[in-house]
Structures are given as structure tokens and as C-alpha cells.
């Protein structure tokens, strides 16, 4: 019965779908403006039907009911508990239920929280988000139907696939789809307010709040989506530029592009058309991502749910939406009033710099992705890897990180240079220490990695600098947020740059009793014995690790694990994590001679580019909530927000109300 | 703003959509022979890519023995994929030549530590001649060469393991 109540509900949130848009669209009308208070209403309901969709699916997988004909394919009752929740969003149609589910929420969220728009953009920007749900709703009710029946159901389901069978990723994917989804609401306030012509400072501060709440929830999927990448495929390598990999890429450049367009709209309001254009880009690389990672055009290590015919639906709806929202920007783009000027040497004209240099590196990302594809239509195929990727998105990101060491500290309107001189001594002097060291004691490493050095010590530094001589205590959240994910980038790319600076690594075929050094560790392998978990076999290799000339012993078993169902190996690395790097240890295949190979690494700080990710999420978390606890003290509105800038020059000391 | 530039975003997605569309309706032709086929070996003479390993030339296929040459990249992803595939043909007595596109030695290196060193000679390619005069477009590739140096094969994209029969079948075929 569950499978059937849950297709009806699902049902009759499409029906609610339909009428938020059409009733939307009537009340835009001149007749129909009494009907403009039915629509919240419509959106809430229709987020808590599909939710409650979303959660009897989950009900589904949990009592591993395999009847239904999902569940049978991506379950087995022998899975852990928590992989029978991540079954439900661990295919192709409960990852499209969970794409309706979190924009039926995050529609019904803005209906009910945010008050300050014009109630005409409001109900444009419901009755578009309602028309891109229901492209979702079409496909999955017309062709994959996740509560499917399955009939005789079989007696065992099939089980998921053990790469995704781990804790990182039961919670990946739903991170990184809150993120591309909650661009949707982005690109449905930039449809609204283009259909009002409505684009200004109380529209970018009513879609604030959601494009960071996507962008952090994409931060920390980006993140824990290349930790995962890093231990479980056993590479030892954290990013291959694969196209899923840059899918998820693409969008998180776009939507930081435009969470500092939409601050200087809503502080300064100026780049109107701008802003608008990145919601549109924004959400249109979300569906490209998921185009391309479900059609399975591009040849990829993580392609799992693969089907051109897939393909050529989102293909429909992305040729409708952003399609649709292009030509309607062509045909109100003029009528978008110009915003306030600014002078290039401001902290707007750092902004646009920063703006441009993000959409170049996702123009660069976004070429070598399609690359293959485009030649291949004239007959030829190649394979674009890290020589291209690495060192054209340098030229981009280098100076990017000039921008944002010196960005926050400039001045809206026009700044003159001499004070920002000053104040950026500090860390280009840090960064010349840092060359200087570097090239000093480490030897040759590569121009990138001591580049990356070099800027990462700079960057530390200087995005420290906006909080000097302010009162801390008294400091808003979202100046700190901003601090913190500046920082977190520095700390990022410091992680980056070591890794690929200072890694050691040693492949041996090691005896029982046999002793190995890498790095500053002495590893002996003790054993390898076979283990059993829950719905795994393992063989599991006992190493004791010893760093320096120190006795303390730490024990390490990395894995060698065959699932039963479906059949697979998978390499389950061990990682011993130190305050200055991780030991990785894989165990490979035993060898005719009876000798083990052993893959040895040791990565100097290179946790550090997931720390870093944690504080660019932190960072805009601290950053969300002092924003929304602001808006929601100040009731009485000004049409811009107040910059505390005294239009004169003033003193060195004065505070800087930033945006983050 | 310029009135053309604002129909530029609309412009550049058509762009988009178009090569999407392509892929989509012509999917990967992946399995285009080459033109080479049944030809002989362009000549080349390529330089040594790491010390351990002897240089390339086409001298080293008219031994008589069929055997492998394979087109690879350190930076390649799906080579990592192929490489276990490679060693189980080299244990199973296949002859293995490799060709390092585009590379560094110190990186051949590191690949070859970290995913097993199946071949035998191994040349550097650093400008892709190589590749386009077989008839190779991308990474991985892999030729059947028989003993007269004259190409009898060519397979697209990185060997998987149910293909190894398929290879040594190729590779009997051959002799």
C-alpha cells in the first residue's frame, strides 16, 4: 500500500504544481490579482506533499519492500541501515524525486519565510519555480516512476553499489543536490523579477539567503565529494578533472560569482543585468551537470546511472528553461535600469574583477569538459586531462587571489591606493618570506605548487587583514564569514600546493616481517589475515607504522574488500592523519612469490584542502545567519543597505561594512 | 549594454545545446576503425621515456612476434583503469611497447610505480606525432602490430578485462 499511497501523493503535488503556475500566471494578469494571496499557500502544500513522497520512499528502502521494483534493484536486506537510506537517493529515480522534493521545500520555504519582496516578483517566482518542478514531475511520473511495482517480487534485492557503500558518500549526494537544486530558486527569483521587472536591491537581498544556502551546501558537497574520491577509490589523488567532478565545479563557480554580484546589488544596487544573468548561468550549470552526468555523453570513472534516453529529456526541459530565460532576459535586459556607477578602483570594481575571473575559469572548466565532445562530432576523440585543466585555470586564479586579498579592504565608490598599499605590505611580505623558503629548502617542486605556496601564505594573511583595528566582539557575522572563507580558501589551496609539492610515495612487494620507509614513517608489514563485515569478505593487512626515530607504534589496516552482492572489490585505504600530513596505505594483490603489494604515500598537510572547504562552508554559514538575523532586526527598510561609509575620506581605523 | 550583447548568452547556450544534441543523436562512435589498418607502421624513432625502460622505434615491431603497442598518459584517468588489464596480458606472455603521450619522465615514473609497469620498451611522444600518424586520437589506445610491423587492430579507449580475450585472440589472429 505505501508505494501506492506515495505514487498518489506524488500525483496530486504535480496537480498543486500545475495550479501554482497557472494560478501564478493569471494573478500576474490585471484581472487577477485577487487570486495573488492563493499562491504561498499552493507552494507550502506542494513542498510537504512531495517531502512526504520523498519520506515514504525512504519507509520503502528501510523495510526493504521488494516488491517495488527500485528497491529490489538498489537494496538488499543484508545492507547496513544507513545504506538503505542512501539507496533511496542512490539511483536514478529517487535521485529525481529527491531533485522535485527539494524544490517543491525550497519553493514552499520561500513562501513562507521571505516577506520582503514585492508580492507580484513573489508570485512570479513561485509560478517559475513550479514550471521547472514540473518538467521533474513529467519525467518521473511518465518515465521513471520510482514506486514502481515489481511482479513476482524476488526473493533478494540486488544490493547497491559498494564504491557508494560508505559513510561519506550516503550523504554526498544529497549535499551537492541540495546545492544544484537550491540554485533553482535563484534562477526562479531572477525569472520573477525579470517578469515584474523588479530586478533591484530588494530582490537581491530577498535571493541572498537562498544562493548562499545552495553555495554552502555545494561547498560542503564539493568537499566531502573529493574526500570520498581520495580514500575510497584508493589513487591517492583528491581531483582528476573528471566531468562529474567539474559538473559539480561549474556550478559552485557560477553561484560564488554570484553571491558577490548579488551583494554589491543589494548594497550598492548596481550590476543588475549582471546578477540576473548569473542566477540564470548559475542553475543552468546545475542542469547541465546533471546532463551530462546522466546521459553519459562524456566518458567518466564515476559514471553509475548512465542512459542517453535520460539524456534526451533533461536535454527538453534544459533547452526549455534555460532557453526560455535567456530570450526573456534578451527581451528585458534593456528595460533592467541602469545601476549606481562606480569607479574601477573600488571595492565594486574588485567585485566585477572577481566576477569575471570566476566565470572565466568556468568557461576554461566548461571547455575542456566539452572538449572530447565536440571533436568527437568530427570523427576524432581525445582525452583532456590536468596539463590543460591545471595550468589555463592558473592563469585565471592567480590573479583572482590578488583580487580577493585586496578586495575587502577597498573602499565602495573609488578608493586611492596609497592606504591599500599599506595595508597590503603585510602579506606580500609574508608571501616574499614564503618564496624565498621555499625555493631555499624545498628544491625544485614546480612552478604551480610554489606558486600555490607562495599565494596561500599571502592570502592567510591578508584575509585576516579586514578584521585589524576593529572591535572583534562587535563585529558583524558576516564580516567573520567572510574572513573565514577567504582564510579557508588560503588554507585550501595550501593543502593543494603541498600535496603536489612534497608527496612521497613507494610501491613495494612486501614479505610477512618486511620493513618499508616512506617519508619520514618506517611501516612493517605484520600480516594479512581475512575478515568478514557486515556484507563484505576483506582481507586485512596489519601494518605498524612508526614516524621518525620515535617508538610509539600506530597500527594500520588497509583492505582488500569483496562485496557479495553485487560482486565487487573495492581497495579500502587506511589513513593515519598527523598534524603535518597522512600516511595512506592500500593493499594490492598478493603476488606468485607470496609477497604483498603495498602502496605506500605520505601527503604532507594535504587534509588541509578539506579543512579549508570546511571553512569556506563555515565561513558562509556565520555569514548566512548574521545576514538573516539583520534582516530580520531592521523592519523598517531603506532602499540600499546602509554601508556605515562616511561619503568623505576618513580615518585608517574607520570599520568596513563588507559584504561576504 | 550593447543591444546585440544582450542576445549573446542566447547565442552561446544554442552553441551548447547544439553540441549537446550532437552527442546525444551520433552517441561516441566508439568503434571507429582506423585508417591504418592493414598498413604498416608509420616509421618513427622515439626517445627513451624513463631510464629502466629501453627507447621506441618501428624497427622494434618487424621482429616477427605480434605485439601490443599502447598509447598512454601519466595524466590519463581511464589508463589508470586499463593498467591492471595491461599487467594480466603482460603475465599472460604478451609483448607490451608503450608510448608516453605529452609527458614528463619523472611523471611516466610515478605512474609506472603507482599502477605496475607492463611494457616492455616504453618512447615519448611529447607533441602527439606519433598519435596522429597511427591514426590515434586519444588516451588510451592500444594496436595489434604483427611481426611485419603492419597494424591488424586498433582498440579505442582503455582495455577492460572481459576484453582480454578478445586481445589475445586479436593477438593470435596476427601471427
Known sequence: MIAEIALAILWLAAALAVLQLGLGSYALTARGAEFLRAVRPIAVVQGLLVATAFALLIVLFLRTDLSVKLVAANSHSLKPLIYKIAGAWGNHEGSMLLWVTVMGLAGGFVALLERRLNERTMVATLAGQAFVSLGFYAFMLFSSNPFERLNPAPVEGNGLNPLLQDPGLAFHPPTLYIGYVGLSIAFSFAVGALITRDVGPAFARAMRPWVMGAWIFLTLGITAGSWWAYYELGWGGWWFWDPVENASLMPWLAATALLHSVSVLATRGALKAWTVMLAVVAFSMSMVGTFLVRSGILTSVHAFAVDPERGSFILTLLAIYIGGALALFGLRASTVTEGARFHLFSREGSLVMNNVLLVGILGIVLMGTLYPLVTEAFGTKVSVGPPYFNPVSAIFVFPMLVIMAAGPLMRWRQDNGRKLANLLAVPALVAAATLALAVVFAGDIGVLPLLGLVFAAGLAVASLLPLWKRNLRRTPAHIWGMVIAHFGIAVALAGMASESAFNTERLVASEIGQSHTVGPWTIELQGVRPIAGANWTALEARLVARYGDSNVQTVLNPQARMFASPPTATSEAALLTRWNGQLYAVLGEEGDDGRWQLRLWWKPFVPLIWYGGLLIGLGGVLSLVGRTARDLRRKGEPELEPTSEPAAPRPASGGQEALA | ?175
Open chain 2, 1 to 175: 549594454m550593447k543591444h546585440w550583447a544582450i542576445w549573446l548568452p542566447l547565442a552561446l547556450f544554442g552553441l551548447l545545446f547544439a553540441v549537446f544534441a550532437s552527442g546525444l543523436i551520433a552517441p561516441g562512435d566508439r568503434t571507429i576503425a582506423s585508417q591504418m589498418i592493414g598498413k604498416p607502421l608509420p616509421d618513427f624513432d622515439l626517445p627513451q621515456a624513463v631510464p629502466d625502460r629501453p627507447a621506441l622505434a618501428r624497427a622494434d615491431f618487424t621482429g616477427g612476434k605480434p605485439k601490443l603497442l599502447n598509447v598512454f598518459a601519466s595524466w590519463c584517468v581511464p589508463c589508470i583503469a586499463e593498467a591492471p588489464v595491461l599487467a594480466q596480458l603482460a603475465r599472460a606472455g604478451v609483448e607490451i611497447d608503450g608510448v608516453a603521450i605529452r609527458d614528463r619522465t619523472p611523471d611516466v615514473q610515478q605512474f609506472l610505480a603507482r599502477h605496475g609497469n607492463p611494457y616492455t620498451r616504453i618512447g615519448r611522444d611529447d607533441v602527439s606525432k606519433i598519435q596522429f600518424d597511427l591514426g590515434s586520437s586519444g588516451v588510451p589506445e592500444t594496436f595489434v602490430i604483427n611481426g611485419k610491423g603492419i597494424i591488424t587492430y586498433q582498440h579505442i579507449g582503455e582495455i577492460r578485462a572481459d576484453q582480454v580475450p578478445m586481445i589475445l585472440q586479436k593477438l593470435k589472429e596476427a601471427q
